[in-house]
Nanobody, 123 residues
Framework: QVQLVESGGGLVQAGGSLRLSCAASDGTFSSIPVGWFRQAPGKEREFVAVISWSGSTTFHADSVKDRFTISRDNAKKTVYLQMNSLNSEDTAVYYC????????????????WGQGTQVTVSS
């Protein structure tokens, strides 16, 4: 069982930046892919980004490409999401998830989830 804890969310003005962190309790975290998802009120949970266990491969959703960057530090058992040029459409609860099967881009592909961290972008 991998326990995930997100942090770093908050209130930021449009155009600003935040860095989210996803910390794991289990050492096996370092050997599994990890993804970030987000869910805005009244909307389905959507894929944001995913990173392979080594960090050598990443995918970002088109909506965040060139603004968000996923990375990881396996020694710290932590995955990050650097978010720049934030706008109101980025307002959502952000979740990290681990151990995907399949495409890595669907919520149903993932076994372990964090509780989420709120990101609110004010215009």
């Amino acid at each position: 069982q991998v326990q995930l804890v997100e942090s770093g969310g908050g209130l930021v003005q449009a155009g600003g930046s935040l860095r989210l962190s996803c910390a794991a309790s289990d050492g096996t975290f370092s050997s599994i892919p990890v993804g970030w998802f987000r869910q805005a009120p009244g909307k389905e949970r959507e894929f944001v980004a995913v990173i392979s266990w080594s960090g050598s491969t990443t995918f970002h959703a088109d909506s965040v490409k060139d603004r968000f960057t996923i990375s990881r530090d396996n020694a710290k058992k932590t995955v990050y999401l650097q978010m720049n040029s934030l706008n109101s459409e980025d307002t959502a609860v952000y979740y990290c998830a681990a151990a995907p099967d399949g495409s890595w881009k669907e919520p149903s592909d993932y076994r372990f989830w964090g509780q989420g961290t709120q990101v609110t972008v004010s215009s």
